[in-house]
């Protein structure tokens, strides 16, 4: 199959995006015992980090593994545009939320409903991957982005793919 590279626009926006970053780490499962204790550092410390694996999935079995291991965070969102993506029913579905008062309210609108509504929400994920910046509309999730992360309260992972697959 051939690989579809994302347009120069949506490079820049996600570059944009990941300046936030502290630095880039690569993880690949199965992780080993230093890696597993840096993972856990990076989603204590509330700012925003962008992780890289190969595919969604590998990215998502890496994150609700380490939220498991933690037991710490109360309110965990996902931004992802995927409908079935993860097996815990308490993980806020930001995209679904924000999309579906959209409908009614408008973009923004829908988005400030969000913070006002889900305010003690203490750990975001965010699967920025080609669709999301469609669906969404690059300047919004880019401007989430940094809303999320202006007040560095939260830790707020970006999950960066290799590899577009479910």
């Not at 840096?38 to 990215?59: D, R, W, Y």
Request: aromatic residues 10%; negative net charge.
């Amino acid at each position: 199959m051939e690989k579809v590279r994302p347009s120069r626009p949506c490079e820049n926006l996600k570059k944009s995006i990941l300046d936030g970053a502290k630095k880039n780490k690569f993880f690949n499962l199965p992780l080993s015992e230093s890696e597993i204790i840096e993972f856990h550092n990076i989603l204590m410390t509330p700012t925003q980090h962008m992780i890289q694996t190969t595919t969604v999935t590998s990215g998502r079995a890496l994150i609700e593994t380490m939220l498991q291991s933690l037991a710490y965070y109360r309110q965990v969102g996902c931004l992802s545009t995927t409908a079935t993506w993860h097996d815990n029913n308490d993980v806020v579905d930001i995209y679904t939320i924000i999309r579906q008062d959209a409908q009614v309210y408008g973009l923004w609108y829908a988005i400030e409903r969000f913070f006002i509504n889900y305010n003690n929400i203490d750990f975001i994920w965010v699967e920025l991957t080609d669709d999301l910046l469609v669906q969404m509309g690059s300047k919004y999730v880019a401007q989430m982005c940094q809303l999320l992360t202006e007040h560095q309260t939260i830790p707020v992972v970006v999950l960066q793919y290799d590899n577009y697959k479910n």
